[in-house]
Nanobody
Framework: QAQLAESGGGSVQAGESLRLSCAPS????????MAWFRQGPGKEREYVAA????????HYAHSVQDRFTLSQDNAKTTLYLQMNNLQPEDTAMYYC?????????????????WGQGTQVTVSS
């Protein structure tokens, strides 16, 4: 059964860093597009970043560009999101998502597999 398991969330002070992990299982390992979305308190779930695992091409939302970095392990299974210089506005539940296709979408409706989420809390 295809699943995504996130980990690495926590509570930090502004300016600190966290690294989130997303481990796919089952046929989730076969899906080319993987992405991170986040949902803050009282907000809609928003796009953070995506990667085409075959092309190793990444894309970031403007709000996180230059602070967040996607990477994957050598086996191209586990996806990482390195988050630097975290700010209170980054506080959210972070979700890993995956889907098929060559061009990775930026909208949540186009992802058909989701993890349970990992909480990130940033205090000032």
């Amino acid at each position: 059964q295809a699943q995504l398991a996130e980990s690495g969330g926590g509570s930090v002070q502004a300016g600190e860093s966290l690294r989130l992990s997303c481990a796919p299982s089952g046929d989730a390992k076969m899906r080319n597009c993987m992405a991170w979305f986040r949902q803050g308190p009282g907000k809609e779930r928003e796009y953070v970043a995506a990667i085409s695992r075959v092309r190793k091409a990444t894309h970031y939302a403007h709000s996180v560009q230059d602070r967040f970095t996607l990477s994957q392990d050598n086996a191209k299974t586990t996806l990482y999101l390195q988050m630097n210089n975290l700010q209170p506005e980054d506080t959210a539940m972070y979700y890993c998502a995956a889907t098929w296709g060559d061009t990775c979408p930026l909208t949540r409706s186009e992802y058909d597999l989701w993890g349970q989420g990992t909480q990130v809390t940033v205090s000032s």
